[in-house]
């Protein structure tokens, strides 16, 4: 259903060198760019883009808006909630068993996004 999701930057080349590692991690490549603007997408899961806002104002994180990823394991839950702390996203929940089916981690992008890595295992 979700084809892609925009998140706006304040700092465009670092979040397009964070996402360039993060997306790697999950055999997504760069598909679009322009000046303003970076897509990234990997088979058929939806894709991930960065902006500079088109308003000129700056770009804030949705307070209670959260993009959540889907993994294969708990393991794999683990690596990437790591692998995005180590390129300079902010913990925001750490991984572990949220219910009997549900593993989950947490962290923030550069600019404040928050992200949910899950596996329903």
């Known amino acids: 259903?979700?084809?892609y999701v925009t998140l706006g930057t304040n700092r465009f080349e670092e979040a397009a060198a964070f996402y360039d590692a993060l997306l790697a991690e999950l055999g997504a490549a760069r598909t679009m760019q322009g000046e303003s603007f970076i897509a990234?997408?990997?088979?058929?899961?939806?894709?991930?883009?960065?902006?500079?806002?088109?308003?000129?104002?700056?770009?804030?994180?949705?307070?209670?808006?959260?993009?959540?990823?889907?993994?294969?394991?708990?393991q794999a839950v683990d690596a990437l909630h790591a692998r995005a702390l180590a390129l300079g996203a902010a913990d925001a929940g750490a991984p572990g068993r949220r219910s009997e089916h549900f593993y989950a981690a947490y962290f923030r992008d550069l600019d404040g996004h928050k992200y949910l890595l899950y596996c329903t295992r």
């Not at 500079?52 to 959540?68: C, F, K, Q, R, V």
């Open 1 to 3: 259903m979700i084809g």
């Open 40 to 74: 990234w997408a990997g088979g058929d899961a939806p894709g991930i883009s960065i902006i500079l806002p088109e308003d000129g104002e700056p770009a804030t994180a949705g307070n209670g808006s959260m993009i959540g990823l889907v993994l294969d394991s708990p």
